[in-house]
């Protein structure tokens, strides 16, 4: 097996209602790369973000009473919190500094995966701008495998990736918050381990695990590559959702 993660160089800075699949397939052809079939395009959240206008002014929002009882224990504007709660399902943990919840498309991360680095609105204080999650990550991929796959022909996958925190480890990692053609879970029970034991319990979490090496080859700050080309997968691609990656809340021992 030998696994690529090639980056895409010269992504221009996105706007509202740009052409993501146009501007990706002209990337790659500038960088004298060409889809193949089995491959898998890997997007940073913020493009995605962008494209689909998932702006916010916070001078637009006006907090609510429950948006005013997080911002002061988590010391945080409460216009921010208000967008927080309004992207969210729940509330699971706060403290100064940070609110964590599951987000309205199922997954736990902190402040609803609202950002405010590298977020220039069209109008005002770009201070005041913030940059919500795609509305529905999954359906934004399985929308843009499909543009791809009609213009190029070629049966590739497509994943959405954001920085998380993990419950028990320091640091952030890229993980998947959206896929399409890409599987989620590989599972692995009934499988022969060298010594030939059967696997009773293993499941990767593939995407999850392609999704952490992307992340490094785009960067976290500003080296500006938010697209890579990943060829060589080592498991082949299927339909797929990100709720396969999501650990049903009685399972979820952090919760």
């Known amino acids: 097996m030998s696994l690529q993660i090639i980056p895409v160089k010269g992504i221009p800075e996105i706007k509202t209602g740009d052409s993501l699949s146009d ?3 002209k990337a790659l052809d500038e960088n004298n790369l060409s889809l193949q079939d089995e491959d ?6 913020k493009i995605v973000s962008k494209a689909e206008g998932r702006f916010v002014n916070l001078t637009t929002i006006t907090p609510s009473a429950e ?3 997080y911002a002061e224990i988590t010391q945080k504007d409460p216009r921010f919190i208000e967008l927080v709660l309004q992207e969210s399902r729940s509330v699971l943990r706060c403290r100064p ?3 964590i919840v599951e987000h309205r498309n ?6 609803a995966g609202i950002d405010h680095s590298n977020v220039m609105g069209p109008w005002g204080n770009p201070e005041d701008w913030v940059l919500l999650l795609p509305e529905d990550s999954d359906a934004s991929c399985r929308a843009l495998r499909e543009q791809f796959i009609q213009k190029t022909q070629k049966n590739i996958g497509v ?6 925190g993990r419950a028990w480890r320091m640091g952030t990692v890229g993980v998947a918050i959206g896929i ?3 599987p989620g879970l590989v599972d692995l029970r009934g499988k022969p381990d060298l010594y030939g034991y059967r696997l009773r319990i293993t499941m990767i979490g593939a995407a999850d695990e392609l999704a952490a090496a992307a992340s490094l080859v785009m960067g976290q700050a500003d080296e500006g590559t938010p ?3 990943v060829r060589g997968f080592p498991y082949p691609l299927r339909e797929s959702s990100i709720q396969e990656l999501i650990r049903p809340k009685e399972l979820d021992l952090f919760r």
């Open 97 to 99: 500094g940070t609110i």
């Open 67 to 69: 948006a005013y009882h």
């Open 40 to 45: 898998i395009l890997v997007l940073a959240q």
């Open 23 to 25: 501007i990706i397939l």
């Open 159 to 164: 994943m959405i990736i954001d920085s998380h």
């Open 227 to 229: 697209v890579v080309l």
């Open 106 to 111: 199922g997954f736990v991360c902190a402040n």
């Open 180 to 182: 399409a053609g890409v």
